[in-house]
């Protein structure tokens, strides 16, 4: 019996990283599979028993852009939106000669442009909404001020000090907790630990809702933490660098009377291998 299958039985993926979030990504834009992705993702994200991944990245077929982008987390549930995972969807389809640069693709937060020029790949998020500043929360005996704003997805920023010096545990302790917090009620939000460095320049690190814990980087919640120091006025004017655990990000957007728009999230792409997955659960 071969237990490993071979090149004929499996559907073919991607194994890319942005930063350190990782992502199976599976090109069905000629929809050869017929799958519920929601099901395999927590097989396949599974670090150690499978391939392991913080979500999958489904390329579809679209009548309204290039391709359509399906994105889900390591828990099986359906994300609105990816900043990372949109940009090695873009790298992939460039590679594939699935779309051109520039591009467009559809998510469920909206259309995305993208552009990819070699290992670097920038995508234009939807413009920013729901954002709440000062929002107080007792958590765990501990007061706390949150920040909170949708980057395509939810995001609740906290300012930190001494960022790296705080343990994983405790981020994914903390995180946890605000997360799933009652006035995050029902959808819950990704949270965001910052520390401003100067103008333009700031550390962030996310726990993610669906990966539920934390991950080596996040477009979406790059692009959160930084609109939201722009906004809180500590943090200096549009572009900022972005130190995650795993690399920089880079974010530009423009303010208009008070608007915050033309939001765009810059950073390389690696494809590690490629290989094939089963669809039996072993």
């Not at 069905?28 to 999958?56: E, K, M, T």
Request: net charge negative; hydrophobic share 40%.
């Amino acid at each position: 019996m071969d237990v490993c299958g071979n090149d004929n039985d499996g559907i073919l993926f991607f194994k890319m990283s942005g930063h350190g979030n990782d992502f199976i990504v599976i090109d069905d834009i000629d929809g050869d599979y017929a799958l519920n992705w929601r099901q395999y993702a927590p097989i396949w994200c599974r670090r150690r028993l499978s391939v392991g991944a913080d979500g999958i990245l489904i390329i579809e077929k679209s009548e309204r852009a290039d391709f359509r982008l399906r994105i889900f987390n390591a828990d099986g549930s359906e994300a609105e939106m990816c900043g990372n995972g949109a940009r090695c969807a873009a790298v992939l389809a460039l590679s594939t000669n699935r779309a051109g640069s520039p591009m467009t693709f559809e998510t469920m937060a909206g259309i995305i442009r993208a552009q990819v020029e070699g290992d670097r790949a920038s995508i234009q998020l939807t413009d920013p909404t729901e954002y709440q500043g000062n929002v107080e929360l007792d958590i765990d005996g501990e007061h706390l001020t949150l920040h909170c704003i949708n980057t395509g997805v939810p995001h609740a920023v906290l300012f930190v000090k001494d960022i790296w010096d705080i343990s994983g545990e405790e981020i994914n302790r903390m995180g946890h907790l605000i997360r799933f917090h009652g006035i995050f009620k029902p959808e819950g939000t990704n949270v965001d630990f910052v520390e401003v460095l100067g103008p333009g320049n700031i550390c962030v690190r996310t726990y993610e809702r669906g990966v539920e814990e934390e991950t080596m980087a996040c477009g979406t919640g790059a692009a959160a933490a930084a609109i939201i120091t722009h906004l809180n006025g500590n943090g200096g004017q549009p572009p900022f660098n972005v130190k995650v655990p795993e690399g920089m990000l880079a974010i530009d957007f423009h303010e208009t009377d008070s608007h915050i728009s033309d939001v765009w999230l810059t950073g390389r792409v690696s494809c590690a291998y490629k290989g094939y997955l089963s669809c039996k659960e072993t």
